[in-house]
């Protein structure tokens, strides 16, 4: 089974990298992380990566499923929620749960 992790940066991705995707390896799981696309330079192209508003991460979540489609795929997502986007679907209930640690 292949699980596409789309995360917030690159800190996000060396734990998908590091941590996760050896652990789940074990399971036959490979797991996949992907930076969200935050914007495009109509110029150059190039893409800016990480954080961003809940749009973009709904975007790249639809265009992933349309490209990574079938029994073995599943996807999911790894925000730090300190920096979440406040048009984050149910945000408000969120943000008014006190930390675990």
Same mark, same amino acid.
């Given at each position: 089974?292949?699980?596409?992790v789309?995360?917030?940066?690159?800190?996000?991705?060396?734990?998908?990298?590091?941590?996760?995707?050896?652990?789940?390896?074990?399971?036959?799981?490979?797991?996949?992380?992907?930076?969200?696309?935050?914007?495009?330079?109509?110029?150059?192209?190039?893409?800016?990566? =990480?954080? *961003?508003?809940?749009?973009?991460?709904?975007? !790249? /979540?639809?265009? +992933?499923?349309?490209?990574?489609? =079938?029994? *073995?795929?599943?996807?999911?997502?790894?925000? !730090? /929620?300190?920096? +979440?986007?406040?048009?984050?679907p149910?945000?408000?209930?969120l943000?008014a749960?006190?930390?675990?640690?």
């Amino acid at each position: 089974m292949r699980l596409y992790v789309v995360v917030e940066g690159y800190t996000e991705e060396a734990f998908v990298k590091k941590v996760l995707a050896p652990h789940l390896a074990t399971f036959s799981v490979t797991a996949v992380p992907i930076i969200v696309t935050t914007r495009r330079d109509r110029s150059t192209g190039a893409k800016y990566r =990480g954080g *961003g508003h809940w749009k973009h991460w709904r975007k !790249d /979540l639809n265009m +992933l499923s349309r490209q990574h489609h =079938g029994n *073995g795929v599943r996807f999911t997502t790894l925000f !730090d /929620l300190y920096g +979440l986007p406040d048009d984050f679907p149910d945000y408000e209930p969120l943000v008014a749960m006190t930390d675990t640690t």
